[in-house]
């Protein structure tokens, strides 16, 4: 069986380390927060100008003022910090930043990323996406192998406008987890989800990758 969205975030929170800033994308990147374990102390950051970020909040502890860059509504730590988003993306383009997860609407097996528009439907805009890739020092993308039509979304080259050049160094889909040691190496698939053999997703992945199991 391929992973959930909740596993495939429960499996990216693994890259996470103690110490660790970390900025987390919109849509099935911000699930990883609820998968952080209790044992590393990481720090969540948000482009728009928050240090610290807690859980999801239940439904009693909702304060609509306090969002995320998603617009999602999320909690507060006694630590947390507020700024301006100015001062939030000189953290990101300062390489302070330890990681970022991101979603995507394809991966290029050179690293390449597309995951801010498609040409001819309305988007909200690029926002934090360029900076992130350019300035963190490791991206992870966590995206569903294939689109809605069954199509390899894992590509020997992007179709898409980019976001970035030669910067994934993960990708965990829902089939299983891409890695590369540097980005002058390609992508060897170093894990499956359970039930998920290598020839399914030799079936449904277009670019080039190494095995590592």
């Not at 993306?89 to 597309?114: K, P, Q, T």
């Not at 030669?166 to 590369?180: P, Q, T």
Request: proline share 4%; glycine share 10%; hydrophobic share 40%.
């Amino acid at each position: 069986m391929p992973w959930t969205r909740d596993q495939m975030a429960e499996r990216a929170a693994k890259e996470l380390q103690d110490g660790f800033y970390v900025n987390l994308g919109i849509g099935m990147p911000t699930l990883v927060a609820n998968h952080i374990g209790e044992d590393i102390d990481v720090t969540l950051q948000s482009e728009n100008g928050m240090l610290g970020m807690g859980p999801f909040p239940t439904e009693d502890e909702v304060d609509a003022d306090l969002i995320n860059a998603g617009k999602q509504t999320i909690t507060e730590l006694k630590r947390t910090s507020y700024f301006s988003s100015a001062d939030s993306f000189g953290m990101i383009r300062g390489g302070h930043i330890d990681l970022s997860v991101l979603g995507a609407m394809e991966v290029a097996e050179n690293g390449d990323i597309a995951n801010w528009m498609i040409p001819g439907k309305m988007v909200k805009g690029m926002g934090g996406a360029m900076d992130l890739v350019a300035g963190v020092k490791r991206i992870i993308v966590l995206m569903d192998h294939t689109n809605k039509a069954g199509e390899s979304k894992f590509l020997k080259a992007c179709s898409l406008p980019l976001t970035g050049k030669n910067v994934v160094d993960m990708i965990v889909s829902d089939l299983g987890v891409f890695r590369r040691l540097d980005h002058d190496s390609p992508f060897q698939l170093i894990e499956l989800a359970p039930g998920v053999t290598e020839e399914e997703v030799r079936s449904k992945t277009e670019a080039h990758y190494e095995v590592a199991l």
